[in-house]
């Protein structure tokens, strides 16, 4: 086996984005073969949870996915977690619909507890500062309520 070093695109961890840069594969002389060496499963879970966490935007599908299956939690029980309904996780990990900030937020303080203890308090306060710069919910389109919607809203 001969050593070469190369980017590897990690698709094992269930994230379409995460890319080994620099990478150690071993190369099997006689039949091609490439093996990345790929990182300790519970350490590189702990390194993602705590990107996850204290990214700046929503979290996405995939990213949803991959902290409920961290956590251990069935769709059920995540749904159940944050007083939501079981389709409602599963359109959020399948980007059919924008998980609410209230949720984003409770999940992401969740799973920091799958940090180590030490760490948890400072991605706590990562986690707040990168809150007060975050775009709750960018709408594609404007709403307008007119004066009209208004006075029937107030008549009633």
Same mark, same amino acid.
């Given at each position: 086996?001969?050593?070469?070093?190369?980017?590897?695109?990690?698709?094992?961890?269930?994230?379409?984005?995460?890319?080994?840069?620099?990478?150690?594969?071993?190369?099997?002389?006689?039949?091609?073969?490439?093996?990345?060496?790929?990182?300790?499963?519970?350490?590189?879970? /702990?390194?993602?949870? $705590?990107?996850?966490?204290?990214?700046?935007?929503? =979290?996405?599908? !995939? &990213?949803?996915?991959?902290? @409920?299956?961290?956590?251990?939690?069935?769709?059920?029980?995540?749904?159940?977690?944050?007083?939501?309904?079981?389709?409602?996780?599963?359109?959020?990990?399948?980007?059919?619909?924008?998980?609410?900030? /209230?949720?984003?937020? $409770?999940?992401?303080?969740?799973?920091?507890?799958? =940090?180590?203890? !030490? &760490?948890?308090?400072?991605? @706590?306060?990562?986690?707040?500062?990168?809150?007060?710069?975050?775009?709750?919910?960018?709408?594609?389109?404007?709403?307008?309520?007119?004066?009209?919607?208004?006075?029937?809203?107030?008549?009633?």
């Amino acid at each position: 086996m001969e050593e070469e070093v190369r980017d590897y695109h990690f698709t094992e961890c269930g994230l379409g984005d995460v890319w080994l840069k620099e990478w150690t594969y071993l190369k099997c002389q006689e039949c091609g073969a490439e093996i990345p060496l790929l990182p300790d499963p519970d350490m590189f879970t /702990q390194w993602l949870v $705590r990107v996850l966490v204290t990214q700046a935007s929503r =979290l996405r599908g !995939d &990213e949803i996915f991959f902290l @409920r299956k961290a956590m251990g939690l069935t769709g059920a029980k995540l749904a159940q977690h944050l007083n939501v309904q079981r389709v409602e996780v599963s359109r959020w990990e399948n980007d059919r619909s924008p998980i609410s900030f /209230q949720a984003d937020f $409770r999940l992401r303080m969740d799973a920091i507890e799958l =940090l180590p203890e !030490d &760490e948890r308090a400072g991605v @706590r306060v990562e986690l707040m500062q990168v809150l007060l710069q975050y775009q709750r919910d960018v709408r594609v389109t404007r709403v307008n309520v007119t004066s009209e919607v208004h006075r029937e809203l107030v008549a009633v």
